[in-house]
């Protein structure tokens, strides 16, 4: 009896060896992460993952961002929203508006060293068109959205041909749009033998060296990369590659990006949220910069809600809101207040859509009395994902209960919402926008019927009819008065109310130089040095 | 090896079966029930009807879910865990990849746990209602109550960011830089090794004290062997069997993923890798992460129980 229990106080100290034995094993063979950096390498942080390294195709703000670097269009959004030439030389309409003619700037080259044709652009075209592929923006010139792409043709191997069924005021802007991959132009390496994506062979100031799931994307310069001449413009213009490797670094927590960040281990933070600021502020290491991005935040009411169907309770809500001093609230002053669809950076921004009705509760509480409303409850939808939507959700229920209106907030996860957004399953919302580069597509976002499209948010015919002809009208002054109109009637019929453009904040480590955030938000690593002590 | 032995472990084996299905039949339902789509979420706030349906229709969910169910479950069975909607990788490989992440950082932290609480524990019930027994009961509620997220961010802060001493984030292998990896690993390992030591502390501390009182050990004590040796030869083993079986519990737990701790540290682990994927409503990656969780649950329980008999042969003899 004695010599067992000698014996079995044995097997913890086997037990605690063998355990050890076997995590150091597991952590011999595990993936690694971070491996050190080199002093040329500039570390961007993303908050989650990228999803693919397919442009357009399976894609998000972080795959965009990123696919950005590697692969290029035949156009591309400048830093002022407009459309210029990016692989396209030049682009000429024909006097009908159904003919489009890209000559292709000359001597580009792919990752790879192949030379960039005609051919290659028809490559890329088709594989975005073949419905399989489900590119994000294929309904967009399939017919079913402005106009209908009837064929692509290679002229010679520097020119190639759209033709579209009708005229369209938002082809190139489409094209050039980020989350439709730029329509970039790949190699057919970039495609195996069965169709499958493999990974890209861009013509970008970057190509990809290697992409660790969940962990990071390593890219490295593109030595034989032909810069635009100039300056930087947008996701156009001068993208010469001066580090000589870009590391996105996935770090999903905001305190963790916080500390890596100032502990030098990683060398830029493109979206501080704004309740961080002051604390970034604080950091003299730190360079900050904020930047109006084109996204657009506000409160959306189901117009066909029993309550809300009610536009005098709509309007009183929205009498109710101080909207400066909630934009001032939401994003520690950064931000300006604006109660348009259109985004300030946008050149259609102007005088009509600067107006901003002023906070008048004692008009709210007539229009409540005079629509008889007896202290129902309103449900703002709202999501802890962004912050600023749940703080939007909850400034709008205090200010609203001075006018006796009863607002309640429920709290969803981000997938959730999203669906209550689609089927349109919802009272009142607070909801983000991500950029729109044309102020038709800023409307295109809430206007339409919602008996086909339950997510829209405003279906009344004359704003209809007004965005059908904002987009097929190529002159911009008839333009700006349709979307001036369109603003006016927004105040009046008041599906949703908006209230700021996201800024977005870049906080960098001092040493790294010529880092500019833009409209679209996406980081740019072109035009950016390390210039480390 | 006996035949009752490997009876008794093809018992064991035959009711994971049950018990897995089981939890794939929760998974499954669980996962639908929740609103949400992931073509959606692919989409985001821009895509149009005809795309969400295309994009359902290619990620099969657009099938009766109970085809969608017998299609998933056929295919678990022949080893084949799906493709992530959203990345398209393999979930199998995913998932082992990142399990050795969080195992080595927990096997690691609660071998380290263990060491430092089963003496702790033994030390404070043989000094009971004293100074010490106070100090390290106390110590062991601190670092149970402590959320691990708080502990390790102030970690983080203190110990990355302001004395600089360890990297905030990153992750090496020890194949590829031993000291590097080392430093990486080393505050996930104290967070949890702290954390898990509490509980651990007072379960060890708890049973000795229940130990100390048999009469076998005042026994020994009037044979006149010294309070070490009636500790460590008499106690110990006797104390370590309830201690045991909650280490199992607590590693069946820990290596279904460490989501917080990962999240912190920014470790690509199989905690990460799930909550990724259910505010991604991955399906195919959730329900493996699940499944293989419970497998692993299981598994460790099983093993738990297999080394039981040493610490307690009464158990061997039953």
């Known amino acids: ?533 | 090896m006996s035949s009752s032995f490997l009876l008794y472990l093809l018992r064991r084996a035959l009711w994971t079966v049950p018990t897995l299905l089981l939890v794939a039949v929760l998974v499954f339902v669980l996962m639908r029930l929740i609103p949400g789509d992931p073509a959606q979420l692919i989409l985001g706030d821009a895509g149009t009807a005809e795309q969400l349906a295309d994009l359902r229709a290619q990620f099969g969910l657009d099938k009766p879910i109970l085809v969608q169910f017998g299609l998933w479950l056929s295919h678990m069975a022949s080893g084949d865990f799906g493709h992530s909607l959203s990345s398209g990788e393999a979930v199998l490989p995913l998932l082992l990849e990142r399990f050795q992440v969080s195992a080595a950082i927990v096997l690691v932290a609660v071998g380290a746990a263990t060491l430092l609480a089963v003496p702790a524990g033994l030390f404070a019930a043989w000094k009971q209602n004293s100074l010490t027994d106070t100090v390290i009961v106390a110590g062991a509620t601190f670092f149970l109550s402590i959320p691990s997220f708080w502990l390790g961010l102030l970690l983080l802060l203190f110990v990355g960011l302001k004395l600089g001493w360890v990297p905030v984030v990153g992750y090496v292998t020890f194949s590829q830089d031993w000291r590097a990896a080392a430093s990486y690993l080393v505050l996930p390992v104290i967070t949890l090794t702290l954390i898990e030591m509490g509980v651990l502390t007072r379960m060890a501390r708890s049973s000795a004290i229940e130990t100390l009182r048999l009469e076998y050990v005042t026994h020994a004590r009037a044979k006149g062997l010294s309070e070490l040796r009636v500790l460590l030869r008499h106690v110990l083993p006797n104390a370590f069997a309830p201690t045991w079986t909650l280490i199992g519990l607590v590693l069946g737990n820990l290596l279904g993923g460490i989501a917080v701790l990962e999240t912190v540290f920014t470790l690509p682990g199989l905690g990460r890798l799930l909550v990724d994927a259910i505010f991604a409503r991955d399906y195919p990656v959730v329900q493996g992460c699940l499944l293989f969780t419970a497998g692993i649950y299981v598994l460790v329980n099983l093993v738990v129980d297999l080394f039981y008999p040493l610490f307690d042969p009464r158990v061997a003899t039953s």
């Open chain 1, 1 to 533: 009896m004695e010599t067992r229990r000698k014996n079995a106080a044995r097997p913890l100290a086997r037990l605690l060896t063998a355990t050890f034995t076997l995590a150091a094993c597991l952590a011999l063979g595990a993936p690694a992460l971070h491996a050190q950096p080199a002093q040329d390498t500039l570390r961007i942080r993303l908050n989650a993952d990228i999803r693919s390294t397919d442009p357009g195709i399976n894609r998000d703000a972080n795959t965009d961002a990123v696919v950005s670097h590697i692969v290029e269009g035949l156009v591309a959004f400048r830093e002022d929203t407009t459309v210029g030439p990016l692989l396209a030389q030049s682009v000429t309409t024909s006097p009908d508006g159904l003919t489009y003619t890209f000559a292709l700037r000359p001597g580009l080259r792919f990752h790879n060293g192949a030379p960039l044709t005609a051919d290659d652009v028809v490559f890329s075209w088709h594989r975005y068109m073949t419905p399989a592929n489900n590119w994000r923006c294929l309904s967009e010139f399939d017919g079913r959205g402005q106009a209908k792409v009837l064929k692509v043709e290679a002229k010679d191997p520097l020119t190639v041909v759209y033709t579209l069924d009708r005229p369209s005021a938002l082809f190139l802007e489409t094209l050039a749009r980020p989350d439709c991959g730029g329509a970039g132009v790949y190699h057919r390496s970039s495609v195996g033998p069965d169709g499958k994506w493999r990974e890209p062979v861009g013509t970008g100031p970057f190509k990809l060296a290697e992409w660790k799931r969940g962990q990071y994307i390593d890219l490295v310069r593109n030595p034989d990369y032909a810069a635009l001449p100039g300056k930087r413009d947008g996701n156009t213009g001068n993208k010469t590659a001066e580090v000589a490797r870009v590391r996105f670094v996935v770090i999903p927590d905001v305190a963790a990006s916080k500390a890596a960040l100032l502990s030098g281990g990683v060398d830029l933070i493109f979206d501080v949220e704004d309740n961080d600021l002051p604390e970034y502020r604080r950091h003299p290491e730190l360079v900050m910069q904020s930047m109006p991005t084109m996204s657009l935040n506000g409160l959306l009411f189901q117009t066909r809600d029993p309550l809300l169907k009610d536009v005098r309770i709509r309007r009183a809500l929205a009498l109710t809101l101080d909207v400066p001093e909630m934009v001032d609230a939401l994003t520690e002053g950064t931000a300006q207040p604006n109660r348009s669809v259109i985004p300030r950076a946008s050149p259609f921004y102007g005088r009509a859509q600067s107006g901003m009705p002023g906070r008048d509760i004692a008009a709210a509480r007539k229009l409540l009395a005079e629509a008889g409303y007896r202290g129902q409850t309103i449900k703002i939808l709202a999501t802890k994902r962004y912050n600023s939507l749940f703080d939007m959700a909850v400034l709008t229920q205090a200010m609203a209960s001075e006018a006796g209106l009863k607002v309640d907030v429920e709290v969803l996860d981000w997938a959730t919402m999203l669906d209550r957004y689609n089927r349109g399953d919802y009272q009142a919302m607070a909801f983000t926008y991500s950029a729109r580069l044309d102020a038709s597509l800023s409307y295109e976002m809430i206007i339409g019927p919602k008996d086909r499209q339950p997510r829209k948010v405003w279906d009344t015919p004359e704003a209809i009819r007004l965005l059908g002809n904002s987009m097929n009208t190529t002159d911009r002054a008839q333009r700006q008065a349709m979307f001036d109109s369109l603003d006016a009637r927004l105040l009046e019929d008041v599906p949703a109310v908006f209230f700021y453009s996201e800024m977005r904040t870049s906080a960098a480590r001092d040493y790294v130089k010529g880092y500019k955030g833009w409209p679209m938000g996406q980081p740019r690593a072109w035009g950016v040095s390390l210039a480390r002590r």
